[in-house]
């Protein structure tokens, strides 16, 4: 049963303009969000976060969205840029729990 | 500040033998989750450490257990290693603050081919 979802295995962007990665979840009891960056033989980077009690967190060129309502969360890359092509997962956490439950992964390609 | 490290980097093994992967965490952090990743999928938790005791356990058998030492560093042991134990093992440690763990932070992985 995978409780995290990324329906889009790759999405392509040119460079400047607006990505938009996409993760859907079906565990209620979820409470908190990450997204990681992971590039070829290196391990996942953390980018970004954000609690279920906010719907939207920033830094810099990344921003979380979360509508809890319908279970979804998306980051938005803006502008991307070549260096930001990598597979993207999304994860959460329970209740500050141990285990991260991610997603299958967004392969990003920012072409120039 | 020193990042998480895990060695070896690669690693190839024969059916029914046993393995043994190292972690060292990022320096102030006290807990090291680890992770397999099989190819096209996302990171599974296999278990976590803090305090040098189990932490919780992801739907991994037995064979696969793991060590947390005094200074934080870790071990992921694996016996009698089957075909479909063929993955990136991935080390994560984070600082438990209170009953919550969040931000988890990565180490390179190591690579695991059996045959």
């Known amino acids: 049963d995978q409780q995290v979802k990324q329906n889009s295995p790759s999405l392509s962007v040119q460079e400047g303009r607006i990505s938009i990665l996409n993760c859907d979840y079906t565990n209620s009891m979820f409470d908190y969000f990450l997204w990681y960056k992971k590039y070829p033989a290196e391990g996942p980077t953390f980018l970004i976060s954000?609690?279920?009690?906010?719907d939207k967190n920033e830094d810099g060129r990344f921003t979380v969205f979360l509508n809890k309502s319908a279970k979804h969360l998306s980051l938005h890359i803006v502008p991307s840029q070549p260096g930001d092509s990598a597979v993207y997962f999304c994860?959460?956490?329970?209740?500050?729990?141990?285990?991260?439950?991610f997603g299958t992964g967004t392969q990003l390609k920012v072409e120039l | 500040e020193t990042g998480v490290t895990q060695s070896p980097t690669h690693l190839i093994k024969t059916r029914g033998q046993q393995v043994t992967l190292r972690c060292s965490s990022q320096s102030g952090h006290n807990t090291v989750s680890w992770y397999q990743q099989a190819l096209g999928q996302g990171p599974q938790f296999i278990f976590q450490?803090?305090?040098?005791?189990?932490?919780g356990r992801g739907n991994f058998p037995p064979r696969f257990s793991g060590l947390q030492f005094p200074n934080y560093s870790s071990e992921l042991n694996v016996n009698a290693l089957e075909l479909d134990d063929s993955a990136l093992y991935l080390c994560?440690?984070?600082?438990?603050?209170?009953?919550?763990?969040?931000?988890?932070?990565f180490g390179p992985g190591t690579r695991l081919t059996v045959t």
């Open positions: 450490y803090y305090r040098e005791e189990e932490n």
């Open positions: 954000i609690s279920s009690i906010k």
């Open positions: 994560a440690s984070s600082l438990r603050v209170g009953a919550g763990v969040y931000e988890q932070y």
């Open positions: 994860a959460a956490l329970t209740g500050g729990g141990n285990k991260l439950t």
